[in-house]
Each structure stands twice: as structure tokens, then as C-alpha cells.
């Protein structure tokens, strides 16, 4: 499992953060209430983002130092990278919800 999470690229690590979220988010805004979309869209990709990038060191990475010095743009990139995926997500179930209340 280290050594799968170790190879990850950023834009490997993109795509599986944007699957995961949009994925996760729909899950949440069809099992739990509506009202609390806008925090699945921050939330689910920064945790998946957060926990993706530092699983290597928590599961002892050799390099400690280097995944410390690049965080910021890791992490960073990989909730982007989920961010908007999962917030179109919510602006269409939104949308086919009003649809659905209007009719």
C-alpha cells in the first residue's frame, strides 16, 4: 500500500482525489440532508486530499522531510482537483431537485 501511495503523481493523484470525492460527496447529498451540500464540497476533497498525500509518511516514508516541503502544492492541487468536480455535482443535484419540486 506504501509503495502504491509513494508512486502517485500529482496528476495520478488528481484523478483518484476527484473520483473519490465526487463519488463520496454524491453519497452524502443523497443519504443526508440537502442543507449540508456546501460542506461535503469542502470537506470530502480536503480530507481525501490530506489524508492521500501524507498516508506514505504516516505509514513510514523515508523521506519525511520532502513530503513536508511540498505539501502545499499537493495537497493543494489534489482538493482543487476535487473541489470543482464535486461542486458541479451539487449545482446539477440541486438543479434536479428544484425540477423535481417544481413538477
Known sequence: MK???????LSSGAILVAFISLGVVWL?????????RMI?????????AYS??????????D????YGAWAG???GAWFLSGFFPSAVL???????????QSV
Open 73 to 75: 502544492l499537493g495537497v
Open 40 to 48: 461535503w464540497v469542502v470537506l470530502v476533497p480536503f480530507a481525501f
Open 3 to 9: 509503495s502504491f501511495l509513494e508512486s502517485l503523481s
Open 28 to 36: 452524502l447529498c443523497s443519504v443526508l440532508p440537502f442543507t449540508l
Open 63 to 66: 523521506d519525511v522531510s520532502q
Open 90 to 100: 451539487v449545482l446539477i443535484l440541486q438543479k434536479l431537485r428544484a425540477k423535481r
Open 52 to 61: 492521500l498525500y501524507w498516508s506514505p509518511v504516516w505509514l513510514g516514508a
